[in-house]
C-alpha cells in the first residue's frame, strides 16, 4: 500500500515548488485578475497527464537511457524558458498596463503548456520520485496511476494558491511601477531556469 500519509506532503512540496509555472501564475493573477490566472494557470494540466502517462509507460526511463534524445529536449525547453523571460523583460511595461483580456486566457494557458511540457525534468522527477512510494507486492501500474492523480490534484490546489496570492499582492501594490518589477523579476526567474535547464547535466 502507497504510505500516503508521506507522499502526500512531499509531492504537495514539489507542487508548490516556486517553478517557472508558478511564478507565472502569481504574475498574471496581479496583473490581470483570479480567473485570467487560475484558467491560464490550468494550461499545464494536460502537460503534466501527458508526462505522467509517459512515466507509468516508461518512456521516461528510455529518455534517461538516452543522453541525445534528453540533451535536445532539454535545451528545446531552456530556449523557450529563455525566449519567455526575455518577453516579459522586454515587455514589462506594456504588460503593467495591461487591463483586457480579449481572447488572451488561451494564450496564457498555450504559454504554461509549454513551458510545462518542454521541462524534461518534469519526467524526470516523476521517474525519480513515484517510484520510491511504490509497494512491489501490488501491481505497479495502478499504483503509479493513483499517485499521478492525487498530484494533478494537488497541483490544481497549488496553482490557486499562488494565483490568490498574487490577486492580494495586486491588490495591495497598484502601482504600474511595481508591476514593471514584477513582471522583470519573473523574466528574470525564467531566464535562470532556461540557463540552468540548458548548462545542467541531468
Known amino acids: 500500500m502507497i504510505a500516503w500519509s508521506i507522499f502526500i506532503p512531499a509531492c504537495f512540496a514539489l507542487n508548490c515548488a516556486p517553478g517557472p509555472n508558478n511564478m507565472l501564475a502569481f504574475s498574471n493573477a496581479a496583473r ?52 519567455v523571460g ?13 487591463t483586457s483580456l480579449d481572447r488572451a486566457i488561451g494564450k496564457l494557458m498555450r504559454r504554461d503548456f509549454v513551458i510545462a511540457i518542454s521541462n524534461p525534468k518534469a519526467i524526470a522527477v516523476f521517474t ?3 517510484p520510491q512510494f511504490i509497494d512491489a507486492s501490488q501491481p505497479a501500474w495502478s499504483q503509479l496511476a493513483a499517485m499521478g492523480g492525487v498530484f494533478l490534484a494537488l497541483e490544481v490546489v497549488a496553482v490557486a494558491l499562488y494565483v490568490v ?11 504600474e511601477r511595481v508591476f514593471v518589477h514584477l513582471n522583470r523579476l519573473v ?11 540548458a548548462v545542467s547535466r541531468n
Do not use: C, D, E
Open 165 to 175: 496570492s498574487g490577486v492580494v499582492l495586486g491588490k495591495m501594490l497598484k502601482s
Open 128 to 130: 525519480a520520485f513515484f
Open 32 to 83: 490581470l485578475g483570479l480567473v485570467p490566472a487560475l484558467l491560464g494557470g490550468l494550461g499545464r494540466m494536460p502537460a503534466f497527464v501527458f508526462l505522467i502517462a509517459v512515466t507509468i509507460v516508461g518512456l521516461g526511463a528510455v529518455l534517461a537511457a538516452s543522453a541525445t534524445a534528453f540533451t535536445i529536449i532539454k535545451l528545446v525547453g531552456a530556449a523557450y524558458l529563455i525566449y
Open 187 to 197: 523574466g528574470a526567474v525564467l531566464i535562470v531556469s532556461g540557463g540552468t535547464m
Open 86 to 98: 526575455i518577453q516579459f523583460w522586454r515587455k514589462a511595461r506594456a504588460l503593467a498596463s495591461a
